[in-house]
């Protein structure tokens, strides 16, 4: 059982930077995915980082902007976020399973999530 808390959230204005984390009780060593859902929209992958860190695969509209990392010795996995635009206010996820995918399917576990909103 691997339990994920997400923290860095927050407000803050278009054009700042926040940087969420997710720490991961247990197997550190799971693939790790982002993913945000945004107010009645559907749940949309961010990125995702293999659990050797050696790969990671990003949407298309984040692709730039975002940094996924991870620290396998603190367990954890960041979401290094620049140039934030109010399009990217939305509840962001972790999640971790056996295979860095795009798709939410692919993982097992999740956190409970981390709310970001960007003011124009």
């Known amino acids: 059982q691997v339990q994920l808390v997400e923290s860095g959230g927050g407000l803050v204005q278009a054009g700042d930077s926040l940087r969420l984390s997710c720490v991961a009780s247990?197997?550190?060593?799971?693939?790790m995915g982002w993913f945000r859902q945004a107010p009645g929209k559907e749940r949309e992958f961010v990125a995702t980082i293999s659990g050797s860190g050696g790969s990671t695969y990003y949407a298309t509209s984040v692709k730039g902007q975002f940094t996924i990392s991870r620290d396998n010795a603190k367990n954890t996995v960041y979401l290094q976020m620049n140039s934030l635009k109010p399009e990217d206010t939305a509840v962001y996820y972790c999640a971790a399973g056996p295979a860095a995918s795009r798709y939410g399917d692919a993982y097992v576990y999740w956190g409970q999530g981390t709310h970001v909103t960007v003011s124009s």
């Open positions: 247990g197997r550190s060593t799971y693939s």
